[in-house]
């Protein structure tokens, strides 16, 4: 790796720019898709069927939630990288791969919701084990990034420090939550719940703004 | 790479590049899967199934342009802005979510338009309520901006001006369409549709461009 | 628009580049979708199925070939352009509203090339209109980005000026194809494909590159 | 701006931008489309419906990986560019319409692995046909971009030399490939998925990989 310091810095970061615009391709569409399999349910009245479709409406806001943590979890790493290399591009297709392929699960959460538990225990397992392996693709990523000196180091930023911990523990969640799921389906499909939201919320960055307002 | 010790704001400005892109993905998507519920509708002659068609092109046009003043809305917003921080992000993660949401209840309103009076009463009112949802959480998020130092000020712009000023009474506008759509929806409808086309329209922009061809 | 000059160049830029980057992801995505509308068609032996499909295969490359060309008659427009204004954006989102009903239109092409010569007749027409549409609001883009001034001096490119022609040719090809199409729809239908081809084959550089092998 | 008289270039190279942001747009939709096709298929227990979709599971992962493939041989490609032109922007419009079209194969593919043979050879037989025109159009690009001198002349980057050799082979391979297809289909549909793993895996970048870890 020590004459790869020789690499035209501009080439590598044009290398990066286009991986971060077919990631944020993939991921815009996928998070966009999820609307396709919105739907009213008959029979009833307008309002009962729009509201008979609530499986599907939660189903939409955890995958949306979702894949919006690994948005903002992408950008976190990239946006400390200098340049990739080819291994880490191939990492990167793995990781949109899994991320791609969400809405699927997210369809069988959708209509499990409102089938057996047998559908529910399915949904709730394979939509489980997608996020696990978004999250584990992801953690090889930071790794293999850190490892090869892709990463400038500025790792003491608190935001950082946060989204890392924050990621360590949803993979623990979505082990147990996958776990649960065999049994108690529902309870692990709110578990992906709010650990999405538990990803997405900036709890260091709220906590400052709500001191700061209460300072001001 | 010198001057790199300066990089907190190159990092900073990459992160909005990113946000920006992912919007962008997001509402281009949002905007174009529109199309997809276009279909000629039964019996009768093909011109007269293409033309019975009409609810669905009323609410394709009426969603479209919805989308796009809130792309453009995006645009003057993150125009001024010099970086984005992580509250901010997920404020625009939330903006994504009910923008994405949109064609959903276009859906409705274009099936509503050709059913009875409760249909069109649900389809005016989840319309109207994601529209003001999406127009509070642009209100936020440019108010966030301006709190937070993330835009720099050069809020005497007239054109800014004057999109500040029409999102302002576009959410009064929702408000009162809404209300109006419990009684009778097809009003508005017709209230999303002038509302829409309010926003996109530039009337200083428009103005000043016959007054130069008339002076010229 | 004198005072306009003073304007931060780089703002001005960023609005180009964030309208470059939406009106990239729109004709993508309309491009994209197309291939939703294949399928084989029963009965039959596979290969029988697969090959009575090509009504959808022509219009998919009718539609291809058209979006194409506006994305590279875009892209020359307005890599000459050094800004935006609120005017321009809003007569781009115009032309993008066009562009991405396309698939709609290219749809009932592909349904009619099979059924009467009525529908021949409406997909010919609607499909013709949709085109000479686009085709009519890029001029106004163009002439107005001259008329004020957002576009450099650089017309006397042979490139630039091949593209001019072309394009004024293939509105007035529209409207004799559109006019054709009410009588025998299937000569329109071929005269589209034609003029896709005219529009993204450059024969000016086809003709350099002859004549630069042969004198190799 | 006074450098601007250089401006040729930076025209030149905003071309390059939006072509890979045309490009990454059309590859990510293509890729991510490619989870609309998945689905159970009944009858029987849910997991039995979910394991019972597995054709269109291989199809979806050969499918994704091969369009991978080109993403990231593109990546490579106009990564060593410093400028396109008219002609090239067009190569590559064909490298996207057949890269775009790779979707419809791909649904062949996933219902003929369990119909008859006849629906396999066709699925297999097509599939190849548009891998392989893929890899021509993707070979007429290089060698043009070579001709024309729009590449930069480093082309003894080994990552480089890899992906060279790798791509005739695979050229190769796919024809082979689509001659079994008449034969034994099934085989040739193994051999996509090993030409896309072969495609993707940077088998030097991850001996180099080991080879650091090992010596570490």
């Not at 396709?36 to 309002?47: E, F, K, N, Q, W």
């Not at 899994?98 to 809405?103: I, R, T």
């Amino acid at each position: 790796m020590v004459d790869e310091g020789r690499r035209p810095l501009a080439g590598a970061t044009l290398g990066k720019d286009r991986m971060e615009a077919f990631s944020d391709g993939v991921l815009a569409i996928a998070i966009t898709l999820l609307v396709l399999d919105l739907a009213v349910r008959p029979p009833g009245s307008p309002l009962h069927q729009f509201l008979r479709a609530w499986p599907a409406y939660v189903a939409y806001l955890v995958a949306f939630l979702s894949i919006g943590a690994a948005w903002l979890a992408h950008n976190g790493l990239t946006d400390r990288m200098d340049r990739v290399d080819p291994l880490f591009l191939r990492l990167n297709l793995l990781f949109l791969l899994a991320v791609s392929f969400l809405p699927f699960p997210t369809r069988l959460v959708a209509e499990a919701l409102e089938r057996s538990t047998d559908w529910k225990r399915l949904g709730a397992v394979v939509f489980g084990l997608t996020m696990l392996v978004i999250r584990l693709l992801f953690a090889a990523m930071g790794r293999y990034a850190r490892r090869g000196g892709l990463r400038h180091p500025r790792e003491d930023d608190p935001d950082y420090q946060e989204a890392h911990k924050k990621f360590r523990g949803a993979a623990i969640a979505y082990v147990v939550s996958i776990a649960i799921g065999f049994v108690v389906p529902l309870v692990s499909i709110l578990a992906y719940f709010a650990i999405a939201i538990f990803l997405v919320v900036p709890f260091r960055a709220v906590w400052g703004e709500l001191f700061r307002k209460s300072s001001a």
